[in-house]
């Protein structure tokens, strides 16, 4: 071998070798004829964003374990090996001096490990499930789906824009995928016993579109995403999903009056001599009537003013009773008899919506119209 190797050398620079295709037709090898299991090869490892525990602050290195998985990515399904590192207090042989035994003393560590996990993705502490941040080292190419499957964030966000874009259901989605990337392409079984296989399955397409929109809205919100650890997959990130939409609900509405060129139209019509505005409204196709308490931000300047109540930060995110109401529990007795008008602080006329002035007359008036069509 040596041989060969110092005969070799000098030309293999001037030979092309295309490592990715024999790491995928040959490095996964079948097991040996004795029942040992040959070395991985595998295409891609991933790490913990950390060498020692950080809440721990220790030097030695953590006990480290690795398991076999699949990643998926736009061009395909490839194999990994993926470590985790677990903080546990070791044992240490200590020998008295002089001591010419050779059974020296085992004690433990005097200093507690913390007993946290630490995964590619995230860590695991108390039965709960942290996600690493950006600043922690957070991977921002691959994530981990469930134990044995990985996958990128341009592959999740191209099957959301299947889903949003062409109308692509779940299903859908992982047929189109597994029909062109598996069969002839699928990557090997790490063993013959294995009870995970390459296939993309519904719930991994499904979950992973989830993570990656729950990774990027709450590091949108510089937040720490942290999730039960135990549970099944399908439940673990319901409540961290309740948490995103109530924020969206709330938070979102602070631009709905906005307009610029990419979203709003003016048209001119000859006939009247007036101009007509088309806004674009984004929606989810089922919610109909008001989203949140309509108390606009001068009504609610009025109300902190009258009851010495400090300013108000930002709109009202209580949510209504019901889809009809205009304002929530708390500002519909307040709010009841002020003209409707956005900014508008006077009263409202006897069994009028708005108050005596023409131009919220008239925009009460056309609103009334529109809603009846």
Not at 46 to 55: I, M, N, R, W
Not at 87 to 114: E, S
Not at 283 to 301: K, P, Y
């Amino acid at each position: 071998m040596e041989v060969i190797w110092e005969a070799s050398f000098s030309i293999l620079k001037e030979c092309y070798i295309n490592a990715q295709y024999h790491v995928q037709s040959h490095g996964i090898m079948n097991e040996l004829v004795d029942g040992r299991l040959p070395i991985r090869i595998v295409e891609h490892t991933l790490y913990p964003p950390f060498e020692q525990c950080p809440k721990c602050s220790r030097t030695r290195p953590m006990r480290a374990k690795s398991l076999f998985g699949y990643l998926y990515d736009v061009d395909g399904c490839h194999t990994i090996e993926h470590f985790y590192l677990y903080c546990q207090r070791k044992q240490a042989q200590y020998y008295q001096y002089g001591d010419t035994r050779t059974d020296g003393r085992v004690i433990l560590d005097p200093l507690p490990a913390c007993r946290t996990s630490y995964h590619v993705s995230y860590s695991i502490y108390n039965e709960k499930r942290t996600f690493y941040t950006t600043s922690e080292g957070r991977n921002s190419e691959v994530f981990q789906v469930h134990t044995h499957y990985f996958m990128t964030h341009r592959l999740a966000h191209h099957f959301k824009m299947s889903q949003m874009l062409q109308r692509c259901s779940v299903f859908s989605i992982v047929n189109l995928y597994n029909s062109t990337f598996m069969g002839s392409h699928a990557p090997p079984l790490f063993t013959s016993q294995q009870s995970f296989f390459p296939r993309l399955s519904q719930e991994v397409c499904k979950d992973g579109m989830g993570i990656d929109m729950l990774l990027y809205n709450y590091s949108a919100r510089s937040k720490v995403l942290v999730v039960p650890d135990s549970g099944l997959d399908r439940v673990r990130y319901n409540e961290a999903k309740k948490e995103c939409t109530s924020w969206i609900a709330a938070e979102g509405t602070a631009h709905k009056n906005h307009s610029c060129s990419l979203c709003t139209c003016i048209t001119y019509s000859e006939e009247n001599n007036n101009h007509s505005v088309v806004r674009a409204v984004v929606t989810d196709g089922l919610t109909i009537g008001h989203w949140r308490c309509s108390a606009s931000a001068s009504q609610l300047e009025m109300l902190a003013k009258t009851f010495g109540h400090p300013a108000p930060d930002g709109p009202c995110r209580r949510t209504l009773d019901t889809v009809r109401n205009r304002y929530c529990s708390f500002h519909e007795p307040l709010l009841e008899g002020i003209c409707q008008a956005q900014s508008c602080t006077q009263p409202a006329l006897a069994n009028k919506k708005t108050c005596g002035l023409q131009s919220h007359q008239d925009a009460a008036k056309t609103f009334s119209t529109k809603a009846r069509i």
